[in-house]
T-cell receptor, first 115, second 113 residues
Framework: GAVVSQHPSWVICKSGTSVKIECRSLDFQATTMFWYRQFPKQSLMLMATSNEGSKATYEQGVEKDKFLINHASLTLSTLTVTSAHPEDSSFYIC???????????FGPGTRLTVT | AQTVTQSQPEMSVQEAETVTLSCTYDTSESNYYLFWYKQPPSRQMILVIRQEAYKQQNATENRFSVNFQKAAKSFSLKISDSQLGDTAMYFCAFMKGNEKLTFGTGTRLTIIP
């Protein structure tokens, strides 16, 4: 089956620094990838949709200058949290759309802790 | 905008028993997809089952089956012969066409040995 990886799986950074999370589709090409945020015991909240070669579409209330998304190739999308603060601490999950538009494969997630 | 409601925040059932998780949704669309995803303690999202709205037949995947009531906008998940490995958060989700997934708030299911 289709596999999506995320790196790193866990990252700790200091307040004010930036951190980059990578999302890769390992055995298929993904023109569309999604980035979610999940707080403990809550559902997934879509942050943005990224399409290869074009600007990401952000959901309402998500700061595009704080959460920079780049989808430079058909197998890689990155999320950069800029000037991170403790309130950005969360679990970030990416997913990639498969060949069929109703298929969406999820990465294992990245736990971000900002101290 | 579409909404997905899961009214059972938590459920527990004895191993080998059957459990049904409920999900209702609101949409004015006639063609869409419904999903159940499982998120175990590892937090890896796993697709359990998918239902296309234009199909009247309820989807089944081994021990997992759905009761899709389109007119009532209801999409429940039945887990038969529950196993310890079924312990997880279960999310119901809706998708219209080529658009994004809309998730419900989730049901935490615990299988008791």
């Amino acid at each position: 089956g289709a596999v999506v990886s995320q790196h790193p799986s866990w990252v700790i950074c200091k307040s004010g620094t930036s951190v980059k999370i990578e999302c890769r589709s390992l055995d298929f090409q993904a023109t569309t990838m999604f980035w979610y945020r999940q707080f403990p015991k809550q559902s997934l909240m879509l942050m943005a949709t990224s399409n290869e070669g074009s600007k990401a579409t952000y959901e309402q209330g998500v700061e595009k200058d704080k959460f920079l998304i780049n989808h430079a190739s058909l197998t890689l999308s990155t999320l950069t949290v800029t000037s991170a603060h403790p309130e950005d601490s969360s679990f970030y999950i990416c997913s990639a759309r498969g060949l069929q538009h109703y298929e969406q494969y999820f990465g294992p997630g990245t736990r971000l802790t900002v101290t | 905008a579409q909404t997905v409601t899961q009214s059972q925040p938590e459920m527990s059932v004895q191993e080998a028993e059957t459990v049904t998780l409920s999900c209702t949704y609101d949409t004015s669309e006639s063609n869409y997809y419904l999903f159940w995803y499982k998120q175990p303690p590892s937090r890896q999202m796993i697709l359990v089952i998918r239902q296309e709205a234009y199909k009247q037949q309820n989807a089944t995947e081994n021990r997992f089956s759905v009761n899709f009531q389109k007119a009532a906008k209801s999409f429940s998940l039945k887990i038969s012969d529950s196993q310890l490995g079924d312990t997880a958060m279960y999310f119901c989700a809706f998708m219209k066409g080529n658009e994004k997934l809309t998730f419900g708030t989730g049901t935490r299911l615990t299988i008791i040995p």
